[in-house]
């Protein structure tokens, strides 16, 4: 029997992602890299994203050796699987996506990007029936439930509750650039928190209505503007990152009578959220951490379900 690969596209706001899997799910090639951001800059225009992502997936390709053997190609063409979900960096990655398929002669499978998220996630990870799921990064917050498709084709994905202003990630970027970090400022700000006492708080806001950062981010700004240690405002920030998702999850769980809860994004790569929400948390949920290579934005949920795809499609 022939042996296949499948290659997986994403092009996500600030970070371009090629990736290879084998007929069986294992992954051959992970490449990505973070579009560049001005420092003191919070982000990109989307035309300024769509533009650099054409110039890195030229180069990306140029750094995997591409088999003649593709079977399926998938791409993230949305960020959520619902309609009228549209964000213009995905078109960079649907289009050359679509002419490597029509090229091949291959099938191309359209995912959404949080549904690669949760692919990913689940790379280790065996959820036959419906759980939570947390997606924290630089534009979600959310917590969701989510049915699995049959033969892991994709997910059915419900809202539970979800941020009413900022997402973790925007506060993160917001503060990280006021204390002179880098954008993306998520792995410097752990940094600098792993140096702090724990002498600083803020006041969380997750409640029925949904989870919000505005308040705390401003109360974070105020507190570099007023010379606190960085170390200790980037403590405070990352906590109450967590202590909101403690409070929603613990509201969602029982409402919706689930345990199990899958949390994936860039966001969820962070250690002291993870360390502080498992010891919260522990005995009252069941929590299943991507890897945190693969929380951040990649293209290999996208390769996994392109392959589970067309495995279906061919049975």
Known sequence: ????????????????????????????????????????????????????????????????????????????????????????????GLAVGAGLA??????LYKFSHQEGHIAAGLQN?????????????GGTSEVI?????????GFSIELL????DLSAGQMVDRVGVALGLPFPAGPHLERLAT????????ASAATSSGLSFSGPCSAALRLVEQGETAAEVA????????????????????EQGLNHVLLVGGVISNQ?????????????????????RLCTDNAVGIALLARAQHHAHCS
Do not use: W
Request: charged residues 20%; hydrophobic residues 40%.
């Open 161 to 164: 509750t979800g941020t009413t």
């Open 235 to 254: 403590f405070a920030v990352l906590r109450v990152v967590a202590n909101s998702l403690e409070k929603s999850l613990r509201r969602v769980a029982d």
């Open 125 to 137: 990870t065996i959820m036959s029936e419906d759980f939570l799921a947390v997606h924290l990064s």
């Open 1 to 92: 029997m022939s042996t296949f690969s499948y290659l997986g596209i994403d092009t996500s706001c600030y970070t371009t992602s090629l990736a290879l899997v084998d007929e069986e799910g294992s992954v051959i090639a992970d490449e990505r890299t973070v579009l560049p951001v001005a420092l003191g800059e919070h982000g990109l225009r989307q035309s300024d994203g769509v533009f650099h992502h054409v110039r890195r997936l030229s180069q990306l390709f140029q750094q995997i050796d591409l088999p003649a053997n593709i079977a399926a190609v998938g791409v993230s063409s949305q960020p959520r699987p619902n309609q009228g979900s549209y964000m213009p960096v995905f078109l960079a």
């Open 145 to 153: 439930r989510v049915t699995p498709r049959s033969a892991g084709t």
């Open 102 to 107: 029509n090229m091949g002669k291959i099938p």
């Open 272 to 292: 002291l959220i993870r360390e502080r929400l498992q010891h919260r948390l522990a005995g009252r949920l069941s929590l299943h951490f991507a890897e945190p």
């Open 195 to 202: 140096q702090a006492s724990g002498t600083l708080s803020l």
